[in-house]
């Protein structure tokens, strides 16, 4: 169990810089959790008491408006981190946390592992640095998205997420919507109505081809400009 833990947590960009050791005494700390669809992983105001690691399915957060509508923050999947912040916060999540399938997660407990880091200084180290990568990677994604329109929105989400899964950014190239439509719409922060008639204008155009949850690229260069290759 420890060794599927560790491969877990190597292909996870807050541990990328860690040696077998390492990983290993932190999976010695981790736990396993089984999450059904729908699930709550944790909800805003809940005592925040360690963060996660997506082993398989995928997880939401979001953060709920006084009228009850939903802003999707984070769209995490397998190997992706959530909910860092409280390595070194103490209090309560800032948001809500739902599987959207079903999935297994690694639980990682704060108090155990702060110890481990405090113990460990050249480990403390490589977390911050992988940690503070992370976060400037997410303050840009916040900042390209928050100055484009939904079309922009769109086509800057899905390059990032291809080049994250290692899916190269040309013509015939698949990306596969992991979560519904609307769930999407909202981490684009656009609604279903905009955000069906933004993937019908780009099929009309002949950059892509929509069936179900696939978006088949069919015009890289005209879609992703320079990215393309």
Request: hydrophobic share 45%.
């Amino acid at each position: 169990m420890v060794v599927a833990m560790s491969e877990t947590l190597r292909k996870t960009p807050l541990f990328f810089n860690l040696p077998p050791e390492d990983l290993s005494r932190i999976a010695g700390i981790s736990s396993l959790r089984h999450c059904a669809k729908r699930e709550t992983v944790f909800r805003e105001g809940d005592r925040a008491d360690g963060f996660y690691v997506v082993v398989s399915g995928s997880v939401k957060v979001f953060k709920l408006s006084e009228d009850g509508k939903e802003q999707v923050l984070h769209i995490l999947e397998a190997g992706q981190s959530f909910a860092e912040a409280t390595i070194f916060e103490g209090g309560v999540f800032p948001a809500n946390a739902e599987a959207l399938c079903d999935g297994d997660l690694l639980f990682l407990p704060k108090r155990p592992f702060i110890e481990l880091l405090e113990k460990n200084p050249k480990m403390a180290l490589r977390v911050l640095g992988s940690l503070s990568k992370w976060l400037k990677r997410m303050t840009d994604l916040v900042e390209n998205l928050a100055l484009r329109d939904v079309e922009a929105r769109l086509v800057f989400f899905v390059s990032e997420e291809m080049k994250r899964r290692g899916l190269p950014l040309r013509d015939g190239a698949v990306y596969e919507i992991p979560v519904s439509k609307n769930v999407l719409a909202s981490r684009l922060g656009t609604v279903p109505e905009t955000f069906s008639r933004t993937l019908k204008k780009l099929q009309e155009e002949g950059k892509i081809r929509v069936k179900g949850n696939q978006i088949r690229i069919l015009k890289a260069v005209s879609l992703f400009g320079a990215l393309a290759r």
